[in-house]
């Protein structure tokens, strides 16, 4: 199957400060990937879908100028956590379709583990 | 509303002793049904796609079914390596999934 990594996988930083996490296809080119945040023992939320080459598509309740998103190639997508409090502390994930296969299956990185202190 | 729902929330087994997750599904036009397992820490695995009631895939241990209203996931004779949160997600006509809160399965040796 497809394989997607992200970087880094556990991040601590202090409130206030920006945190950048790098979610990358590795053997296939994803022309959309998702971002995903997940509380201890609850499911997976879908926070946005990024497009590679135009803006991404948030849910609601998600804020725009709070998580920046950017899809600059092909297999690259960024999650910025801008001006980050306690709050935001959670496991964060991105998953990519294989846009060469006829299926639907989203292939999932490994999540980053934000400790906002 | 699109919803999905699994049960049992959790579950613990005796090695060996086989038994079945639900995934309930209320979609207005279903395009995919999905399996996931997922560690502690670690990102969901793929494990099957279904597309329409009365398909059936199969791995290893692992058999899921689909209905037009529900998925089961059926685990024979399970073993302590398939403890894990098992997730199911559908896609009700867009790339986007909903996912359901997971089954944790905690297979005791």
């Known amino acids: 199957g497809a394989v997607v990594s992200q970087h880094p996988s556990r991040v601590i930083c202090k409130s206030g400060t920006s945190v950048k996490i790098e979610c990358r296809s590795l053997d296939f080119q994803a022309t959309t990937m998702f971002w995903y945040r997940q509380f201890p023992k609850q499911s997976l939320m879908l926070m946005a879908t990024s497009n590679e080459g135009s803006k991404a598509t948030y849910e609601q309740g998600v804020e725009k100028d709070k998580f920046l998103i950017n899809h600059a190639s092909l297999t690259l997508s960024t999650l910025t956590v801008t001006s980050a409090h306690p709050e935001d502390s959670s496991f964060y994930i991105c998953s990519a379709r294989d846009p060469g296969t006829e299926s639907y299956e989203q292939y999932f990185g490994p999540g980053t583990r934000l400790t906002v202190t | 509303e699109d919803q999905v729902t699994q049960s049992p929330e959790a579950l613990r087994l005796q090695e060996g002793e086989s038994s079945s997750l639900n995934c309930s599904y209320t979609?207005?036009?279903?395009?995919?049904l999905f399996w996931y397992r997922q560690d502690p820490g670690k990102g969901p695995e793929f494990l099957f796609t279904?597309?329409?009631a009365g398909e059936e895939k199969e791995k290893e241990r692992l058999k899921a079914t689909l209905t037009k209203k529900e998925s089961f996931l059926h685990i024979t004779a399970p073993k302590p390596e398939d403890s894990a949160t098992y997730l199911c997600?559908?896609?009700?006509?867009?790339?986007?999934?909903?996912f359901g809160t997971g089954t944790r399965l905690k297979v005791l040796a």
């Open positions: 979609v207005s036009g279903l395009r995919g």
């Open positions: 997600a559908v896609r009700p006509g867009t790339y986007k999934y909903i």
């Open positions: 279904l597309y329409s």
